[in-house]
T-cell receptor, first 113, second 115 residues
């Protein structure tokens, strides 16, 4: 079945540091890929998405490129802020009209001053 | 503003008791989903529904039940058969579109605890 693997957290960075959170996936066919962010005590918010190979999703300074050859969708940001501290989930959907999501286990990011 | 409303935010269950979590959306989405989140784990799908009066089991449906009588509403009942119900429950919805995978939109969750 489909699966998503994320790097273990927590990731601790100083403000303005460069962020990479690795995500790789296993899926048949042509999945769509997503990054969601969860702030403490809240639900998930869609951060960015990519629906086909070589697409780059971007939002709020975050970027991720859909790499079919390496089955990866790594999240990057050039300069993190304290307000970026949250849990980040990589996910895919590969079920046609059902849009069922398969999630990674999440990576906690903590940004300090 | 359109969105998904989950209530209550916090819920406590006594042993042997059924409890129902509410999920309402005004996004006019056809599909709705329930997930369970445990500490340090990703989200696991409990049930989903693509159309009114129809729903399917997800990966961990045992001990849960749902109904979909209205497009806007997808309540989840945690029954006494669910032996480990303490978790954070998230409801989501999405457009149903042939040939493309649509993102899901999430509510703010309900945290269920056992008394």
């Amino acid at each position: 079945g489909d699966s998503v693997t994320q790097m273990e957290g927590p990731v601790t960075l100083s403000e303005e540091a460069f962020l990479t959170i690795n995500c790789t996936y296993t899926a048949t066919g042509y999945p769509s890929l997503f990054w969601y962010v969860q702030y403490p005590g809240e639900g998930l918010q869609l951060l960015l998405k990519a629906t086909k190979a070589d697409d780059k999703g971007s939002n709020k300074g975050f970027e991720a490129t859909y790499r079919k050859e390496t089955t990866s969708f790594h999240l990057e940001k050039g300069s993190v802020q304290v307000s970026d501290s949250a849990v980040y989930f990589c996910a895919l959907t590969n079920s046609g009209t059902a849009s069922k999501l398969t999630f990674g286990t999440g990576t906690r990011l903590q940004v300090t001053l | 503003d359109g969105g998904i409303t989950q209530s209550p935010k916090y819920l406590f269950r006594k042993e042997g008791q059924n409890v129902t979590l509410s999920c309402e959306q005004n996004l006019n989405h056809d599909a709705m989903y329930w997930y369970r989140q445990d500490p340090g784990q990703g989200l696991r799908l409990i049930y989903y529904s693509q159309i009114v009066n129809d729903f399917q089991k997800g990966d961990i449906a045992e001990g849960y039940s749902v109904s979909r009588e209205k497009k806007e509403s997808f309540p989840l009942t945690v029954t006494s058969a669910q032996k480990n119900p303490t978790a954070f429950y998230l409801c989501a919805s999405s457009i149903v579109s042939q040939g493309s995978n649509q993102p899901q939109h999430f509510g703010d969750g309900t945290r269920l605890s056992i008394l």
